[in-house]
RNA sequence: GGCCUUAUCGUCUAACGGUUAGGACAUCGGCUUUUCAAGCCGGUAAUCUGGGUUCAAUUCCCAGUAGGGUCACCA
């Protein structure tokens, strides 16, 4: 940081082909660290230069994830900046120019074949089981270029390149990695492999960090860098996420899904930065629950690792929990609104959800499973499960009676948790076991094995509803 | 297949060439408790294989093996 002769730009550059699965947030949020840690800039271009594979909607949905988990830009295109426009399709002008002083530098050439002709050299390579090159078929008198025929880099120097990666170190791939490359498109756009070059040294990027599926394609980024000689970035090659099979590299295909669907899981977005940010770098020390400011002063490059993660749902799972761990009473309260059905959204019961949330933390679970149906709607309860452990249900009776005793004789106003309890554990106290009464009854007024206590079950239901079920749970004892 | 690249507990990872190979998730056991997936305590569990270099290799080198990536008018 202090041996910074310039200031870090960086930039996170996706198509609009569709939603954003976590590959592409994590790219996106360690170049955004190492802006933020560095006092740089963080640039959003958008790469839609693949007119047939664009999706509509995708670049909102795009910019919708990366603000949900706290992603911020400096430039892009919906702020504009310095170097405006941010979207490649409207910087066809740069991509030309570039192309046309690599043409007056006979770097470049018109590709006079069509797809069919192309497509037989590489069947005929196939054939001969050599590895097809394109620069074999350089045609003789190639046609001056006008713009709407496809135009093809020429490879001048067929060397082995050499570069430094910041987390690989030291790369080199041979001459057979470098071939003619399509420049600009027949439908007059160019390909990512040119335009991504023009727009990084024109909007002054310094670092450029990416999966590690471009590593391959290096040398051809270095060969136009040279041709045009301009100064190459820094590049840092980010590591693979594999997914849960630990098999492949995660994609849409097999099981990556919609960034924002986390969101819709229940799942805070701190906790997926904290996550994110494991996958595929680890601080110094051994501390695992990160804020986002925590994040980005810890973050170092340094640190990214070489090989790839797979992605653990139940790490994940853990991390969200400790995150809710750390909400603020305010905070906490505006999550568990955000998925409590409006029959919950009462006085008494919101603050023991958020409490047993802070402790679970998997609020749509606990939603979704019917967890808290029992607040509105009387439990189905069966008959060995309102017995604790292996008491004789005649005292389980006996003792419901008791409670049911009890509850009769509070005054509907005295009917709280604090007094109930004091009653309650009277009794409970000269049993062999607290269980034996405290048990059933949490059991007959919610129908689970996991709930509140029966204090606060039984204030929240009142007096009446606790009276009915209590004796609902002694007829279903009774029977036979 | 060519080229590139990677390899530590089940999983994610830590370890100036010298550590009883550390931590976290998961799992298992115990404690606590009115239930619970919470809390506390503890246990099981790893350096891919084979060569080299070195007094000493998880660490450096080579090979093998296994994974990943890439070979488009996609990004």
Known sequence: ??????????????????????????????????????NGTFILRIEDTDKAR????????????????????????????????????????????????????????????????VENFRKKADEEKRP?????????????????????????DIKS???????????????????????????GYPTYNFAHIIDDLEMGVTHVMRGDEFISSTPKFLSVYDALE?????????????GPDGKKKLGKRDGAKDFLEYKNEGYLPEAMLNFLAFIGWSPEGEEEILNPEEFIALFDIKKIHISGGKFNEEKLDWINKEHIKKLSIVS??????????NELKIEKIVPIIMERISKFGDIKGMVESGELDFFYK???????????????????????????????????????????KNLLM?????????????HPIRFALSGLEKSPDPFILSDILGKKETILRINKAISILSLS
């Not at 930039?11 to 590959?23: E, N, V």
């Open 1 to 38: 940081m202090e041996n910074q002769t310039q200031k870090v730009v960086t930039r996170f550059a996706p198509s609009p082909t569709g939603f954003l699965h976590i590959g592409g947030i994590r790219t996106a949020l360690y170049a955004w660290a190492y802006a933020r840690k560095n």
């Open 54 to 117: 664009e999706v509509e909607g995708s670049i909102e949905h795009i910019m919708k994830s990366l603000k949900w988990i706290g992603i911020d830009w400096n430039e892009g295109p919906d702020i504009g900046g310095p170097n405006a426009p941010y979207k490649q399709s409207e910087r066809l002008e740069s991509y030309i120019k570039y192309a046309k002083i690599l043409v007056e530098k006979g770097l470049a050439y018109t590709d006079p074949y069509t797809e069919e002709e």
């Open 132 to 156: 097809f090159l394109y620069r074999d078929h350089r045609p003789e008198n190639p046609p001056v270029w006008n713009g709407t025929q496809p135009l093809r880099f020429k490879v001048k």
């Open 161 to 187: 390149y050499e570069w430094d990666d910041l987390v690989r170190g030291h790369l080199k791939a041979g001459a057979e990695a470098l071939d003619d490359f399509i420049l600009i498109k027949g439908d």
């Open 230 to 242: 301009i100064k190459r970035p820094q590049y840092v090659t980010l590591p693979p996420i594999m």
């Open 332 to 341: 906490l309260q505006k999550y568990v609104f955000e998925w409590l059905p």
């Open 378 to 420: 009387e439990p189905i309860c069966q008959k060995e499960k309102i017995i604790y452990k292996n008491t004789d249900s005649k005292i389980i009776i006996e003792n419901l009676n008791k409670a049911l005793n009890i509850f009769e004789n509070i005054d509907e106003k005295d009917f709280l948790k604090d007094n109930i």
């Open 426 to 438: 009277e009794v409970a106290d000269k049993l062999d076991s607290r269980g034996e009464i405290l």
